[in-house]
């Protein structure tokens, strides 16, 4: 079975470029989520997505940044305009209905310049 | 709300020797902890978790964890450090039921020296 994957592994943007980020949870898992990592910062929380709607966004930083999991399947993060406090790991993992674990992707390094 | 606060960002060990990786959370509600492991270029791994049964629990390759609700920990051990243990772990809580988010302690890089 194959495991969570993210695309890109990496991306270097500039400041206020637009840079949309992946994820494709393991096949028939209902929930979705975003993490993100800071450098030198502890993984925090952006948003969870069961099925195709969003049923916790609190993490969310700003309007700049857009998740959509149109049909419940694959998701995507955009962040327009970026900035350079957007530099980061983003984390997507799945995790199947009624199940405890989360199971985690290898994570998509970007970096804003 | 919750939080989790591991202690010491980076520990080193000699090969052989006991791995303690020191967890401690705060939560509101019974909690359901987890650790997970970042080898080099890779996403995380569950290690082990609790979920309200046994107290003590063993995880992969030769890690367990202890809850203990008076300490409010969940500390990750192992007997004997191998090389191929070098990563960085990471413990983290959820609020009781499943489902809900993770929320990370700030990750403890292991160094093993031969």
């Known amino acids: 079975e194959a495991g969570v994957t993210q695309f890109p592994s990496h991306s270097v943007i500039e400041k206020g470029q637009t840079v949309t980020l992946r994820c494709d949870p393991i096949s028939g898992h209902d929930n979705l989520y975003w993490y993100r990592r800071v450098m030198g910062k502890e993984i925090k929380f952006l948003l969870h997505?069961?099925?195709?709607?969003?049923?916790?966004e609190s993490g969310m930083p700003n309007n700049r940044f857009l998740a959509e999991r149109t049909g419940g399947t694959y998701s995507t993060l955009k962040v327009q305009p970026a900035e350079l406090e957007d530099s980061g790991v983003y984390f997507c993992?799945?995790?199947?209905?009624?199940?405890?674990?989360?199971?985690f992707g290898p994570g998509t390094r970007l970096l804003v310049l | 709300a919750q939080s989790v606060t591991q202690l010491g960002s980076h520990v080193s060990v000699s090969e052989g020797a006991l791995v303690l990786l020191r967890c401690n959370y705060s939560s509101s509600v019974p909690p359901y902890l987890f650790w997970y492991v970042q080898y080099p270029n890779q996403g995380l791994q569950l290690l082990l978790k609790y979920t309200s049964a046994a107290t003590l629990v063993k995880g992969i390759n030769g890690f367990e964890a202890e809850f203990k609700k008076s300490e409010t920990s969940f500390h990750l051990t192992k007997p004997s450090a191998h090389m191929s243990d070098a990563a960085e772990y990471f413990c983290a809580v959820t609020r009781g039921a499943a489902g809900n988010k993770l929320t990370f302690g700030g990750g403890t890089r292991v160094l093993v020296k031969p």
């Open positions: 993992a799945s995790r199947p209905r009624g199940g405890e674990t989360q199971y």
């Open positions: 997505f069961v099925k195709e709607s969003k049923q916790d």
